[in-house]
Each structure stands twice: as C-alpha cells, then as structure tokens.
C-alpha cells in the first residue's frame, strides 16, 4: 500500500502566520493526493483534491502543491478557526491511505 | 443537500459481530461509491472499504476478511458488518460519499468494544 509521511505531526502557529504541511507518498501517486480538515467532534472536511484543486467554499487562503511523491499544503495568514488535524489522503491505488495528520495549534 | 447519518450499537462485546449503518438522504445513493472510514481516538484515519450501488466492494486488506458492506437501495442505506471484533475495532465510524473524493461525510458514530 501507498504509505504518507506527513510532517511535521505537530505545529504551533501564531495567527496571520504562514502554514505549511507536506506529505510524502511512498511511491508515486501522480496528483491523486487530497487535504483534509478535522476538528475534534466533527466529521473531516475537504480542502483541497487533486493536490492544488480548491474545494467549494474553502477560503482562499488554503492551497496545494505538488506532484508525484511530493505535496504541501499552504494557509496563508492562519486564523484561530484553522486549529485543527490536517490529513493528506490518496487515491491512486487501493487501498486508499491517509497520513497520520498534522496538528495546528494557535498560540 | 445530501446528509448522512450512521446509527448502530455504540458498544460491542468483543467477539460479535460490528453492524452499523449509514442512512443517506437529500439524494440517491446512486452513481456514488459509498465508503466507511474509521479513526480510533487519538490516532489517524483509516480507509475500511467502500461500495457501489451494483453491489461492487472493495475492502482494506487489513479488515478484508472480517468485513462486509452492503446497499439497500430501497431505503437508501448502506451497512458496514465487522466480524469478531476486538478492542482494536473500537473507533469513531465515518461513512463518506465519494464522487472524485470524499466530499460529503457523517457526523460519525462511536463503537467501543468492550465486555
């Protein structure tokens, strides 16, 4: 199975802050790489698919980048409502992976 | 707007069978394959299989024998089995639509395993 090293696991932001996360495939995955956003007791929300396509509704201060093994996320000028997990998902090959998240913290 | 609602047990003896179910209404359940994702607490996501409206399945390896999924179109549902549970199985349990991606999850509902 496709395996996704995210990192860091952990990130400590101030607000207005810029926000970058990567996520690593093992193999590669083309652009079939999608973010998410999960906040405790509630359902993960999409945030970017095909590693830069905007989802609807998501501010534009959300984006992606990368293909191949290699992808970010990028939140420009954090906000305190972005304190959440973030995970990177695959879709190239079953079984469909997720990494292991990244935590974003406000300070 | 398309919801979905999982239901089921919340708790489970260890050795029974799992059996949850995601009701899915504003829309048809056809055209989509309907995945069930997992996470147990503190730790990550985890893809568990998903299904079409044609009764096609495709499950993670890691589950594959101990997991069935199946369609009620008639009642636009779509169930997850979970045989011979474990603490392991103890999670939070997502169902998620997915057209190119998964775009539209349940508010999840939570399984523990426990005698």
């Known amino acids: 199975e496709v395996v996704l090293t995210q990192s860091p696991d952990f990130q400590s932001v101030t607000p207005q802050e810029k926000v970058t996360i990567t996520c690593r495939a093992s193999q590669s995955i083309g652009s079939s790489l999608h973010w998410y956003q999960k906040k405790p007791d509630q359902s993960p929300k999409l945030l970017i698919k095909?590693?830069?396509q905007s989802f609807s509704g998501v501010p534009s201060r959300f984006s992606g980048s990368g293909s191949g093994t290699d992808f970010a996320l990028t939140i420009n000028s954090l906000e305190t409502e972005d304190a959440a997990t973030y995970y990177c998902h695959q879709s190239s090959t079953l079984p469909w992976t997720f990494g292991q998240g990244t935590k974003v913290e406000i300070k | 707007q398309m919801q979905l609602q999982e239901s089921g047990p919340g708790l489970v003896k260890p050795s029974e069978t799992l059996s949850l179910t995601c009701s899915v209404s504003?829309?048809?359940?056809?055209?989509?394959?309907w995945n069930w994702i997992r996470q147990p607490a503190g730790k990550g996501l985890e893809w568990i299989g998903r299904?079409?409206?044609?009764?096609?399945?495709n499950y993670n390896p890691s589950l594959k024998s101990r997991v069935t999924m199946s369609v009620d179109t008639s009642k636009n549902q779509i169930s997850l089995k979970v045989a011979s549970a474990t603490a392991a199985d103890t999670a939070m349990y997502f169902c998620?639509?997915?057209?190119?991606?998964?775009?539209?999850w349940g508010r999840g509902t939570m399984v523990t395993v426990s005698s």
């Open positions: 095909y590693a830069s």
């Open positions: 998620a639509r997915r057209e190119d991606t998964f775009d539209i």
């Open positions: 299904i079409y409206i044609s009764g096609t399945t």
């Open positions: 504003g829309g048809s359940i056809g055209g989509y394959y």
